[in-house]
């Protein structure tokens, strides 16, 4: 079974779907988080937490891992720690500078496994100079941790004159998306079903900062938000960014890519591409007279090659994302109301 239950109205525990990125997690968010914890920060709903210093700006974001299994095609769990925590950091305009690390570990996780999990996170760091400056370890019973998880935080310093953030999103500006979606979560899937494609699908983990650092110096202030597409997939990105910025979207169907291999596995599995999970793709918010001048910036680097203009933000039907179909029609495109792929990130 790969789909957990339709959520009901409401919940006395919580449940798979909570963790999702769709409407549940929104709805932990908005009605326990942010009530308990609010302040402007916070509000932001952005990917980290912009704050001013005497002489520059940083960025901070948190993340925990919990993928399963820890060991998948085109990565681990401390390469997706890496790249996660710093891709975060990105879409905050911010330079990955530092990175906490701490593991906890279930009794049993064979030494050469972590060794070689450690390994991997090392190596992911160094693409952007990142450094793991504090960390932790804890070692839970047999049967209480699923081999290993991981908790990082990450800081970094805001390029200047950079600002990037959901409340910049406005009527008219234009959504570019860096490639093809998709690829992490039917990975993740095809090695946890233990399913077999004709072609070998393998994540899309990897660092954005190279490319998203081209853009910047690029666009400059026509740029005005960032959002890696992970959890909940591009769906879910664009749903936020629609009703935290109050602004209508329209997407295209027919201009998302989507790997034939990758359509593929989704139709067998009955999953829609724009719900799946990426770790190597972000949608970038810009001006319209920015358009071609940032696709150019994408596209010359081999991670955004691909990248294509994918939408566009409208005034009308505020907080709601529609999508143009294949067929020529359009539809509601909505958040997530269970959780298709859980424990992909």
Request: aromatic share 4%; charged share 20%; glycine share 12%.
């Amino acid at each position: 079974m790969l789909e957990c239950r339709t959520p009901i109205e409401t919940y006395e525990a919580i449940t798979l779907a909570h963790g999702g990125g769709g409407s549940l997690t929104q709805r932990l968010i908005s009605e326990i988080l942010l009530p308990a914890f609010d302040n402007p920060h916070l509000a932001e709903l952005h990917d980290g937490a912009v704050f001013h210093t005497e002489h520059r700006i940083l960025a901070m974001t948190t993340d925990s891992f919990v993928v399963h299994p820890y060991l998948f095609p085109g990565g681990d769990i401390g390469s997706l720690a890496v790249h996660g925590t710093a891709n975060d950091l990105a879409m905050c305009g911010a330079r990955p500078l530092y990175l906490s690390l701490a593991f906890i570990i279930e009794e049993g996780l064979p030494v050469e496994h972590f060794r070689r999990i450690v390994t991997s996170v090392r190596d992911a760091c160094r693409p952007v100079a990142l450094q793991v400056v504090t960390g932790d370890t804890k070692v839970v019973e047999r049967g209480k941790g699923d081999g290993i998880f991981i908790n990082t935080t990450g800081i970094g310093v805001v390029l200047p004159g950079v600002e990037v953030a959901p409340r910049r999103v406005r009527p008219g500006d234009r959504i570019l998306l860096s490639g093809p979606i998709a690829e992490h979560g039917i990975a993740i899937l095809s090695v946890r079903e233990g399913l077999s494609f004709e072609t070998d699908l393998v994540s899309d983990s990897a660092h954005l900062w190279p490319v998203v650092s081209g853009v910047l110096q690029t666009g400059g202030n026509a740029v005005h938000a960032l959002r890696d597409a992970t959890r909940g997939g591009v769906a879910s990105v664009v749903n936020e960014i629609a009703r935290s910025a109050g602004v209508g979207i329209v997407l295209d169907e027919a201009e998302v890519p989507v790997r034939d291999d990758v359509r593929g596995a989704c139709e067998i599995l009955g999953l829609d591409p724009l719900y799946v999970a990426n770790e190597g793709k972000f949608l970038a918010f810009v001006s319209p007279d920015a358009v071609e001048t940032t696709l150019e910036a994408m596209r010359r680097h081999p991670l955004g090659r691909e990248a294509t203009l994918v939408g566009e933000v409208t005034k009308e039907h505020p907080g709601v994302v529609r999508l143009r179909t294949l067929f020529g029609g359009s539809r509601v495109l909505d958040l997530a109301a269970g959780e298709p792929l859980p424990r992909i990130c």
